[in-house]
């Protein structure tokens, strides 16, 4: 597993998954007035599925670890994709929410497996950019994925994005048939090993910073197509295009994070979050202002997409061990956030208002420069 090309397979396979998981950002609105339910519930197609990944990532990583990791991965590809062409004929907002559930419980398998292989792939000097590929399938999702969910949904039904979202799947589980070899697993003393590294409190500090890292970051972001449509007043088509300048952009913001988060990790920490405030408070302050969001989507766009792969390096450099178990906790940790961020946010909503949705983020950001310093004091 040393060629970058077998990454690029795996992030194929990510790029599904995660199109899966965040193409519904677009699509709320629409979903909304389909089922006639307010903006807060529709949230909840993206709640409950990273809640799910939340609370079964390392168990169903155990429970299936005795089956060939090719396999998992593409039974995982294959889920998602016939949950997704499930998703676009079901007419009850309920039934639609439940076989989202399915496949997120295969989300996890996919994400851990493929960080390990980065991870092993790679010397311990350049295991950030390593893990910056498998990223790329995450910063490619919101390039193309969500955007591109989007206008098929505005072009033609909200439907059409569900049955786009899995012929990417299926692309990405032709890719990983035909070009990605076997992957070895790691033997079970390795996972026994790891559940003891529970106790760490440097894995607890790496694990509240990405916490309150990611759900900052998406109490803001799951409500940006509703946002950008109802306080900035753009419609399907442009909202579609803010998607994918936010992505196109955020290629460039995962390489940078990449390229420093190794040798810098609490410098490029601190750096993100205080960018992510500031990128926040211009959107406060201007988020009624077409061409001044413009050019706040496209910062906030390279800001973004670095959060991922920061608040992964703090997890797994916090401890050494199994890099599947500690990547599955990461990847449960990651949604719960998701699932925390959107659901604070739905509830800022409710309370303040859509145009005063930033206050959610601002404030889950302190609480992540807090951890920051606390895990530069217990370094120390």
Not at 64 to 82: E, N, Q, T, W, Y
Not at 242 to 264: D, P, Q, T
Not at 309 to 338: M, Q, Y
Request: charged fraction near 10%.
């Amino acid at each position: 597993m040393k060629s970058k090309r077998n990454l690029y397979v795996l992030a194929l396979g990510v790029f599904g998954i995660t199109t899966t998981e965040f193409g519904v950002i677009g699509i709320l609105p629409e979903i909304t007035s389909s089922f006639n339910i307010s903006i807060e519930k529709a949230g909840w197609l993206l709640s409950a599925f990273a809640l799910i990944v939340a609370l079964f990532g390392p168990f169903m990583l155990m429970a299936l670890s005795s089956f060939k990791r090719k396999r998992l991965l593409i039974a995982s590809l294959f889920i998602f994709a016939a949950a997704n062409i499930i998703s676009a004929y079901i007419g009850n907002f309920y039934g639609l929410l439940v076989v989202r559930m399915i496949p997120a419980f295969f989300h996890p398998v996919y994400w851990s497996i493929a960080l390990s292989v980065a991870e092993k792939a790679s010397a311990s000097t350049d295991k950030s950019r390593a893990v910056s590929i498998i990223f790329s399938g995450l910063t490619l999702a919101t390039v193309l994925g969500v955007p591109l969910a989007t206008l098929m949904s505005d072009l033609f039904s909200w439907q059409s994005s569900f049955l786009l979202t899995a012929f990417i799947n299926l692309v990405a589980l032709a890719g990983v048939q035909l070009l990605l070899p076997d992957i070895e697993k790691e033997t079970e003393a390795s996972l026994t090993f790891n559940i003891n590294i529970l106790r760490s409190r440097y894995l607890w500090i790496g694990l509240c910073t990405a916490f309150f890292t990611i759900a900052a970051m998406y109490s803001t972001y799951g409500y940006m197509a509703d946002f950008l449509k109802n306080i900035t007043q753009m419609n399907g088509k442009q909202i579609s295009i803010m998607l994918f300048m936010f992505g196109v952009v955020g290629i460039f913001g995962n390489k940078i994070a990449g390229k420093y988060m190794s040798r810098f990790p609490f410098q490029t920490t601190l750096i993100f979050l205080i960018f992510l405030a500031v990128i926040h408070l211009f959107i406060y302050y201007y988020g009624n202002s077409f061409v001044p969001m413009i050019w706040i989507i496209g910062f906030w766009g390279l800001i973004h997409s670095g959060g991922f792969l920061i608040s992964n390096i703090n997890v797994t450099s916090s401890v050494p061990g199994s890099s599947e178990f500690i990547n599955s906790i990461f990847t449960s940790c990651g949604n719960f956030a998701v699932t925390a961020g959107t659901l604070w946010g739905g509830f800022w909503i409710a309370h303040f208002g859509i145009e005063n949705i930033i206050g959610s983020s601002i404030i889950t950001i302190i609480l992540a420069v807090i951890m920051v310093f606390i895990r530069k004091m217990l370094m120390k």
